[in-house]
């Protein structure tokens, strides 16, 4: 088994590659499916139905600020600490996050672990849906969990909230870069919650998160996706901001952008969920 020239335990790994390591004692494994309402899946079903050996399932929604009214916000670090130790998850694990649809969920799971400071973790590349087409052994058993010590630094400036945005959008000082669809993003479509104005923050780049994927849903190579940055015209000199509905397909974009070794990039968690929700903030509409 040759490993791919792409996998790097701390991005992106192969199913090769998952594959060869699945049975080493401090390798962790976490189904971290998730799904917008009008795609009618249940993740918690389907991972009490089927799962990768020994993965266990980290709820987005609940690991999340559930004191905010924006839907899964980042977790406070104390909570993180807890559910992941509940899981057996903690210091010295090399952390493989997947999802249901290829890359979707998992890199929003990524980016909270790099938000904490924690950078053994890389995103199951094509997902469950390559694994099952590969034949691959999966189960259907909760794993057995022992209790794991965990320690975590939170990195501030991988984030970023609407104040910080706004000053950003209103200097230009960092490019922002939106995962919606196109039809949402010039204000043609409506907005999946209600409330919500059509459009996006000014000056911002759109880039659908389908973009920097292949048709398997496998990220494309790091020259393609440099490409696919070029060509949605982002200078790359600058600092990224990504951002989406609700702060999780932009986690796609962030991941992208680590692949081609942008490193200065921070995620807008309360994304378009928050920024469309208030009227004093400029929405622009149109490409």
Known sequence: ???SPQDDPKT???TDWLAKHLRDPDLRVLDASWYLPAMNRDAKAEYAAAHIPGARFFDIDEISDQRSALPHMAPPPEKFISRLRAMGVGDGHQVVVYDGVGIFSAARVWWTFRLMGKTDVAVLDGGFPKWQAEGREVEDMPPVIRDRHMTVSRQNHLVK??????HAAKLGEAEILDARAAARFRGEAPEPRAGLRSGHIPG????????VLNPDGTMKSPGELKAVFEAAGVDLKKPAITSCGSGVTAAVLSLAL?????????????SWAEWGMYEDLRVATGP
Request: net charge negative; aromatic share 6%; proline share 6%.
């Open 12 to 14: 992106l790994v192969s």
């Open 204 to 211: 911002s780049k759109n880039i659908p998160f389908g973009e």
């Open 258 to 270: 680590e692949r081609i070794g942008h490193r200065n990039h921070a995620l807008y968690d309360g």
């Open 161 to 166: 909230d609407v104040t910080q945005v706004a």
């Open 1 to 3: 088994m040759t490993p």
